[in-house]
């Protein structure tokens, strides 16, 4: 339970930013934030969040659509994906702002193959106003770390070869990448899970939730005072008219 004192002070920290907008940030800030890695909570998605992970989908731009399915997919087809995620079976990761948008998401996608039930794929989406944060990265790394502890021994990714961040990060992992012409198909080899892999996930999922009822607090304090403003300026309004 949280004291009311360090909620006020939680809520109000996460809460400024609702109502400035985040300005850019300079080469030499950029530079800086690489130095010093910024932990990211990246929470498990259940089935009460489908909906929300529909509207995330339905935000990216065509381009990113073609990129991330690997076809110009329009909104049915987006809402037929997301009905049909298996919640049971596979593992979905989203990354919040402080307005509580999704605006990253992973889908680990287990195989259900009896001759590759050791495997899984990943897919990712993050949307355009939160590039360049790294959060693609960071989302395949956690998606790694889960794979590895649910006995995964294999990670693939099949992309498009024109999607040169998704098979960067792969590269970057480690994995092996094949191209076959327009389409690319990217394996990561897994090592067995460790006591290290299985207290990391724990750890980072139970932050991961504390951030985002701090941040659904916070935003549940934002809109009350939002609303009261609301309330005192249609007061004033109508104090100013009755006097004229």
Known sequence: MIATKDWFKASWEAGRGLLHPVTARTPDERDRSKEAPVMVPIRSLGPSYRERITQHLLQLEPADRYLRFGYAANDEQIRRYAEQLDFDRDEIFGIYN????????????????????????????????ARGRGFGA???????????????????????????????????????????????????????????????????????????????????????????????????????????
Not at 106 to 122: G, I, M, Q, R, V
Not at 159 to 182: P, Q
């Open 98 to 129: 402080r307005r509580l948008e999704l605006i990253a998401m992973a889908h680990l996608a287990f195989s259900e193959h009896p001759e590759h039930k050791h495997c899984a794929e990943f897919g990712v989406s993050v949307l355009k106003q």
């Open 138 to 244: 960071r989302l395949f790394e956690r998606a790694v770390m889960h794979a590895r502890n649910e006995g995964v021994n294999m990670v693939f990714i099949h992309a498009l070869s024109e999607n040169t961040a998704m098979l960067k990060i792969a590269r970057n992992a480690g994995a092996t990448v094949r191209r076959d012409g327009s389409e690319s198909e990217a394996y990561l080899q897994l090592p067995p899970a460790s006591l290290d892999t299985r207290m990391t996930e724990m750890v980072e999922q139970q932050i991961a939730e504390v951030d985002y009822q701090l941040k659904r607090q916070a935003k549940q304090f934002w809109d009350f005072l939002a609303s009261v403003q609301e309330v005192r300026s249609g007061v004033q309004d109508a104090r100013h008219k009755s006097a004229e």
